[in-house]
């Protein structure tokens, strides 16, 4: 079992800047696959960006250039730097852990945190 908690969500101004945190526990076993995805209301969740546990990170179209995501695996965190933020990036933000063992898919999701950003 792997349990994540995402920190760092809150209220922000459109072109200003977060940073979440997911702390992770548990047993936790490479290769994996860190991630975030985010729900706007009424939208189907989708993805923000992954790193791999040998230090390999894809974005979306929507947030290159804008997110970076990282990843410290001596303290077992994920975080997520949101920068020039954009109301359209307004929605429940999630981490996510996912890795493959003996033919098995092992995916875990955090609770939440919401961002709110203003126009």
């Known amino acids: 079992q792997v349990q994540l908690v995402e920190s760092g969500g809150g209220l922000a101004q459109a072109g200003g800047s977060l940073r979440l945190s997911c702390a992770a526990s548990?047993?936790?076993?490479?290769?994996?696959?860190m991630g975030w995805y985010r729900q706007a209301p009424g939208k189907q969740r989708e993805l923000v960006g992954t790193i791999a546990s040998g230090g390999t990170a894809g974005y979306s179209d929507s947030v290159k250039g804008r997110f970076a995501i990282a990843r410290d695996d001596a303290k077992n965190t994920v975080s997520l730097q949101m920068n020039s933020l954009r109301p359209e990036d307004t929605g429940v933000y999630y981490c996510?852990?996912?890795?493959?063992?003996?033919?098995?898919?092992?995916?875990?999701w955090g609770q939440g945190t919401q961002v709110t950003v203003s126009s």
């Open positions: 548990g047993t936790m076993v490479s290769p994996n696959i």
């Open positions: 996510n852990y996912k890795r493959v063992s003996r033919g098995l898919v092992y995916d875990y």
